[in-house]
């Protein structure tokens, strides 16, 4: 059961760079690693997904060490609108994701301050 | 492309009555998933199905809880007599056939049940 462990809130301030880990000590072979933003009221939204190494896209870079038990989704210079929960889910999508992986947990809530 | 529609958006229920929240997935989506939102917590997986077939209901209640996606229309979750514990934000999710490897589910903006 590929469970995540992530911090349960941060704070930072607008312009900042904002690393959130999460931790999937029994990760498998074939899950990949997926992190959503949900704004109040609102459905989560994707972000970026990755197996290993390095991915970058255009709002987010998420580190994958090599042993892929963890992994860090990167916000460069955030700003207010960047205040949301942020989920970390872990998962074989090949297969649909499997209720596990499909599993949000409770997320970091991330404040972002002017 | 329109995305995910969920409606109602608000229902307001009381207790005993039935709650039917339905889903009408992305255009070319064939794969739809539940989530229940209760209050400051994280969402939680409720039930995947593919046209006419349930995947996996293994995080939905055994009882008064049920799903389905037809062949035509939108998903259905149903809610039969409902209580005040049911009382949250129900999200639904699509994404393209299986297989990809995406693993992104694009969700609509959720239907929030209220159990007077």
């Known amino acids: 059961l590929a469970k995540t462990t992530q911090p349960i809130s941060m704070d930072s301030y607008e312009g900042q760079e904002v690393n959130i880990t999460c931790s999937h000590n029994n990760i498998a072979t074939n899950d990949y690693i997926t992190w959503y933003q949900q704004f109040p009221s609102q459905g989560p939204r994707f972000i970026i997904q990755?197996?290993?190494t390095k991915v970058t896209n255009e709002v987010a870079s998420l580190f994958i060490p090599a042993d892929r038990k963890s992994s860090t989704l990167s916000l460069p210079r955030v700003s207010l609108s960047d205040t949301a929960v942020y989920y970390c889910?872990?998962?074989?999508?090949?297969?649909?994701?499997?209720?596990?992986?499909?599993?949000f947990g409770k997320g970091t809530h991330l404040i972002i301050q002017p | 492309n329109a995305g995910v529609m969920q409606n109602p958006r608000h229902l307001v229920r009381r207790r005993g009555q039935e709650a039917r929240l339905r889903c009408s997935p992305m255009k070319g989506h064939s794969h739809v998933y539940w989530y229940r939102q209760l209050p400051e917590e994280g969402l939680k997986f409720m039930v995947y199905?593919?046209?006419?077939?349930?995947?996996?209901e293994s995080g939905m209640p055994k009882e008064r809880f049920s799903a389905e996606f037809p062949k035509e229309g939108p998903s259905i979750l149903r809610i039969q007599q409902v209580v005040r514990g049911d009382s949250a934000a129900y999200f639904c999710?699509?994404?393209?056939?299986?297989?990809?490897?995406?693993?992104?589910?694009?969700f609509g903006e959720g239907s929030r049940l209220t159990v007077l």
């Open positions: 990755g197996y290993k």
């Open positions: 889910l872990v998962g074989d999508w090949a297969l649909g994701g499997g209720a596990d992986g499909l599993t």
């Open positions: 199905l593919q046209k006419e077939n349930i995947i996996d």
């Open positions: 999710a699509s994404s393209p056939v299986a297989g990809t490897n995406t693993g992104e589910l694009f």
